[in-house]
């Protein structure tokens, strides 16, 4: 399922395309610290966060996730979202928690 493709499905809104259109999810990270999501955040994972600020773009970028989705019904300011446009960053956005949009990840993608 691609990232634009769960957002439809579960109703987040899609802030930044990106690639979400062409990108598969395979599967999902949930975490804040930077640092964590660096080394562990495996290439075309959901990042699932609520770390709104540029250097989770490029954590993104860093990881090769195949998107991120911000929860908390939290924004990125638009520096931000400007760094995900020109890296092509899916950016999703959802009102939910995180345990919420990760448990529809793992129902979706059969990890759970």
Do not use: W
């Not at 259109?21 to 964590?36: K, N, P, T, V, W």
């Not at 931000?80 to 009102?95: F, G, H, K, W």
Request: contains cysteine; aromatic residues 6%.
């Amino acid at each position: 399922m691609t990232p634009v493709e769960f957002a439809n499905k579960y109703g987040l809104r899609i802030i930044e395309p990106g690639c979400g259109e062409e990108r598969q999810i395979e599967g999902a990270y949930c975490g804040d610290l930077l640092s964590m999501v660096m080394g562990r955040a495996k290439e075309n994972d959901a990042f699932v966060t609520v770390m709104a600020n540029v250097n989770t773009i490029a954590v993104a970028v860093l990881a090769d996730v195949a998107c991120v989705i911000l929860c908390e019904g939290i924004h990125f300011d638009q520096m931000s979202l400007t760094r995900a446009n020109q890296q092509e960053v899916c950016v999703l956005e959802s009102d939910e928690p995180a345990f919420r949009v990760a448990l529809k990840l793992g129902k979706e993608l059969g990890l759970c």
